[in-house]
């Protein structure tokens, strides 16, 4: 059985509701009037949390423009330096106590992704009450002992990592006794392709570790993290920005607040329709009852006739007999005279 635990004032695990963060990550475009306008339309697009990164370019990389630190192909920043990337990319931390206040007066979380032990010590200081660990960083693991000592519950992407590398990134974790962890099917394009997700590990992950699992999304839409809840995911993570036509590090693969708000309520209506496990009639389906196929009688029948296949019939409605009888009831005789259209019953059988 997964372990539950709760992030502010939501509790996190299977059968509950889904907790959904908005990843602002470089959406606000270094503006700092943009990243609290990305929160107050997360709050209204239905997100439980908002979630931030915090590191410096120097926290990352050095600044150096050999072809080391030069992005090579197969990503949307092909041919980009590090340095320049992520100094267009982060979030200044003077800003960060200042938007956690926001969020929180809205009643959304608030947490961050540390990259270094410096942001690890500057998030302490804000009381986060969560830590994000990105799927890039499920290797450092001095960096996860050191997450896991502020005893904070860890969302963890698991991107490119293999089986081994997860359960040494949870084992790391458990050992500083924090049993708060939270799994994230990851796949690191960006952005990611739907024949990629591999979706079924989600079920296989939360039993192979006994933890909450949700998926940290980079498809395009929302009709893979809707799949993912089907499948038993806790936690939905996607991009998030207020508009794909303003060109930026991850815009690309964001959802519009438009787009996130019905993201968030095809989650909660399949939440409703996963529902429990049930074999009994829906308070809804009762009325339908009517219209299963019961004994009748479609002729008229005089007192001590035959009962036959041509005088008695399986027909709509139900007010009959079940048809399962019908062989107990042909060639018997009726007691009484039956008018066509008379759903049989056992006292008008002799």
């Given at each position: 059985?997964s372990?539950?635990?709760?992030?502010?004032?939501?509790?996190?695990?299977?059968?509950?509701?889904?907790?959904?963060?908005?990843?602002?990550?470089?959406?606000?475009?270094?503006?700092?009037?943009?990243?609290?306008?990305?929160?107050?339309?997360?709050k209204?697009?239905?997100a439980?949390?908002?979630?931030?990164?915090?590191?410096?370019p120097?926290?990352?990389?050095?600044?150096?423009?050999?072809?080391?630190?030069?992005?090579?192909?197969?990503t949307?920043w092909?041919?980009?330096?590090?340095?320049?990337?992520?100094?267009?990319?982060?979030?200044?931390?003077?800003w960060?106590?200042k938007?956690?206040?926001?969020a929180?007066?809205?009643?959304?979380?608030?947490?961050?992704?540390p990259?270094?032990?410096?942001?690890?010590?500057?998030?302490?200081?804000?009381?986060v009450?969560?830590y994000?660990?990105?799927?890039?960083?499920?290797?450092?693991?001095?960096?996860?002992?050191?997450?896991?000592r502020?005893?904070?519950?860890?969302?963890?992407?698991?991107?490119?990592?293999?089986?081994?590398?997860?359960?040494?990134?949870?084992?790391?974790?458990?050992?500083?006794?924090?049993?708060?962890?939270a799994?994230?099917?990851c796949?690191?394009?960006?952005?990611a392709?739907?024949?990629?997700?591999?979706?079924?590990?989600?079920?296989?992950?939360?039993?192979?570790?006994?933890?909450?699992?949700?998926?940290?999304?980079?498809?395009?839409?929302?009709?893979?993290?809707?799949?993912?809840?089907?499948?038993g995911?806790?936690?939905i993570?996607?991009?998030?920005?207020?508009?794909?036509?303003?060109?930026?590090?991850?815009?690309?693969?964001?959802?519009?607040?438009?787009?996130?708000?019905?993201?968030?309520?095809?989650?909660?209506?399949?939440?409703t329709?996963?529902?429990k496990?049930?074999?009994?009639?829906?308070?809804?389906?009762?009325?339908?009852?009517?219209f299963?196929?019961?004994?009748?009688?479609?002729?008229?029948?005089?007192?001590?006739?035959?009962?036959?296949?041509?005088?008695?019939?399986?027909?709509?409605?139900?007010?009959?007999l079940?048809?399962k009888?019908?062989?107990?009831?042909?060639?018997?005789?009726?007691k009484?005279?039956?008018?066509?259209?008379?759903?049989?019953?056992?006292?008008?059988?002799?």
């Amino acid at each position: 059985m997964s372990s539950e635990f709760r992030i502010g004032k939501s509790d996190i695990g299977p059968h509950l509701p889904v907790y959904i963060i908005a990843e602002l990550s470089a959406n606000h475009y270094q503006n700092f009037e943009e990243a609290v306008r990305l929160i107050h339309a997360a709050k209204d697009a239905g997100a439980d949390a908002v979630k931030i990164q915090t590191y410096t370019p120097d926290t990352l990389t050095i600044n150096c423009t050999n072809d080391y630190f030069r992005i090579g192909k197969g990503t949307q920043w092909e041919g980009r330096n590090l340095y320049d990337l992520y100094g267009e990319a982060y979030t200044p931390w003077d800003w960060q106590p200042k938007l956690q206040q926001i969020a929180h007066e809205i009643g959304l979380d608030f947490f961050s992704t540390p990259f270094d032990p410096s942001s690890v010590e500057f998030l302490v200081k804000m009381d986060v009450p969560a830590y994000k660990i990105a799927s890039f960083e499920i290797v450092d693991i001095p960096l996860i002992q050191m997450i896991a000592r502020t005893g904070r519950p860890i969302i963890m992407s698991t991107g490119m990592a293999t089986l081994e590398e997860i359960d040494e990134a949870v084992a790391t974790i458990r050992v500083e006794d924090n049993d708060q962890i939270a799994l994230l099917k990851c796949t690191s394009a960006y952005p990611a392709l739907p024949d990629e997700m591999n979706l079924l590990t989600i079920p296989d992950m939360a039993a192979r570790f006994s933890v909450p699992v949700g998926l940290s999304d980079h498809t395009l839409g929302s009709t893979i993290p809707v799949a993912a809840v089907s499948l038993g995911a806790c936690i939905i993570e996607k991009h998030f920005t207020l508009s794909r036509k303003t060109p930026g590090p991850d815009s690309s693969f964001s959802l519009e607040p438009s787009e996130f708000r019905a993201m968030v309520d095809a989650i909660r209506m399949t939440e409703t329709a996963l529902g429990k496990v049930n074999y009994s009639v829906a308070d809804h389906e009762r009325a339908s009852k009517v219209f299963r196929r019961s004994l009748f009688a479609v002729e008229d029948i005089m007192e001590g006739g035959l009962f036959t296949e041509r005088n008695v019939r399986s027909i709509r409605p139900s007010y009959g007999l079940a048809p399962k009888h019908i062989h107990s009831v042909l060639g018997k005789r009726a007691k009484v005279k039956i008018l066509r259209g008379t759903p049989l019953s056992w006292d008008l059988v002799q």
